[in-house]
């Protein structure tokens, strides 16, 4: 047997589904009916100007008002209104033909803003906190008459004359048990200020008291006297809305204020601004970096035709840009659609290399504008560029000729110029240039005094990116590659041919190694003679480059794998040409030759914070009873 048909929806079960899967974020309702009001006023404005509407246009605005014991909020508007027919096609309608699509989908549906935005059914989220909706209303239209509708959350609705005697809408929420919260003052002022707070028309919320001159009383002091005056809860010309060439630095750092209260000023800003392949504006702001990245992510504020949406802006701006402050206003962003559809989403591909591109742009102007200036805010910037240049490619070729590499004395190069300054001293034999870098200077003193020695200079590397920037440096710089400076002896860093001579003759040598093997005997410690220069150490604790890298990346995964479950490996390193060596060799009393070797290892340990705990205390005591 073989039939086909169409599945039929029951549309009485619409409501408590909506209730139901909305009822997180039961908020929205406001957003959505302000948004509704300011739409029809903005529309009265277009038939106006259009020449469609030839009446008073009068002051536009809206106005959000509630009735504590009568249990009601009202939203109401001067904008274009709706005829009876009206009604029934918009809002009887939609609802209907939404509720269809909602049907068929809504097991993807995961949250209140993918519903709503996707199906269209923002009137209808007031029914998530109302038992009952009426809408009093009076078009615009020549010979309108006004119309009232009501209904109680079921399918059923009734339209009867209605009684407005001006031109707009009002819309009444008789507010249910469970939403009892949102008949407070506070309450709705929050949710105001968090959605309506740069829409374009003024919303009106109850009133506020201001003070204003009052003349003089009779000692001649001024007076004051309180008015009541309206509470417009919003700025409706913000100025991401505005042409950068109006605004001056002041708006911009005012403008901050308003949305991070209690930040500190941001370093610089940069408008965004199109409207071809799509619509986007917007400010950004580079903060002040404080230590808790954590804290200051998440700060971007998200908003369509100036209605606030998220502050989760992950997939529309790239990662590494997470930590700047500001505002982006796209009406072409989906903001209703799955995370997966978002990321694959073509305009929002666009919208985030064009984020990036502008970025750049801004930071290779104030680069080329005012260099000094530029290094100042470097310590600040350096991380969101560094992070840039790892994880986006296009960002990595604009911006290799505006990062900084710093030094341990404070100087600031740009790649090339880096190159250029250490290509004499720091070419290895093999034409290869190596590049050496702390990331713990206090720790790796006497390293870098070794290495500054030999003429070579230190970079300065102790951000969370950089190991994974010196990895990137790595790859896209050619014959270059990066060498901590505790990875080798000073001599050793950068092979060259000027290899001293032995002072030691090789049956010296051995002995003096075992002496040392002797002494410390410890496994993880590699005993090496080496012919270093009579100036350096006697002894340098040191673990290889390329072993001390596999060993952090196994760690940061985990600490799993080979690399990860080998012991710490260490070399130590003793210099054949100290004259330390020639004492330990010449030294008859075993008892004595055993201690100074084990001394000098220790001393090695110590000046790199490898000695800690029992083994220091040891080490304390012994060198007391040497004194
Ligand atoms: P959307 O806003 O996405 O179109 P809504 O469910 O929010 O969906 O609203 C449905 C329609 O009802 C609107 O498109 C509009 O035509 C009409 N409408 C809603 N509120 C008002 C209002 N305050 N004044 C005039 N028309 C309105
Ligand atoms: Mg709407």
Redesign the pocket.
Known sequence: MQEKGTISIHTENIFPIIKKFLYSDTEIFLR??V???I??TQ?IKRLSSLGQYNGELGDLRVEVSFDEKAKTIT???N????TAE??K???NQ??FS?ATEFVEKFKEAKDANEII?RF??????AFMVADRVE?E?LSYQEGAEPAHWTCDGSTEFEISEGSLAER????TLHINKDSEEFLSQQRLQEILDKYCKFLPVPIKFGTKTETEDDGEDEEGKPKYKTIEVDNIINDTNPIWTKAPADLKDEDYLNFYKQLYPFSEDPLFWIHLNVDYPFNLTGVLYFPKLKNDFEIQRNKIKLFSRQVFITDEVKDIVPEFLMLLHGVIDSPDIPLNVSRSFLQADSSVKKINSYITKKVADKLAELFKADRKAYEEKWTDIGLFVKYGMVSEEKFYDKAKDFVLLSNTKNENFTLSEYKDKVTPEQTDKDGQLVYIYTNDPAKQDAFIQSANKKGYDILLMNSPIDNHFIGQLEQKLEKTSFKRVDADVADKLIKKEDALEHVLTEEQATKVKGIFDKAINKPAYKVELESLNPDELPVTVTMDEFMRRMKEMAAMGGGMGFYGSMPDNYKVIVNGNHKLISRILNEENEEVQSALSKQAFDLALLSQGLLTGAELTEFVNRSVNLI
């Open positions: 959505e009916l948004s509704n009001a739409d029809a529309k939203i109401s508007d904008g274009l209104g709706m009206e009604i096609k918009y809002i939609i609802a939404g935005g269209g059914l923002g009137f209808y989220s809408i209303t707009g809408t009002e819309i």
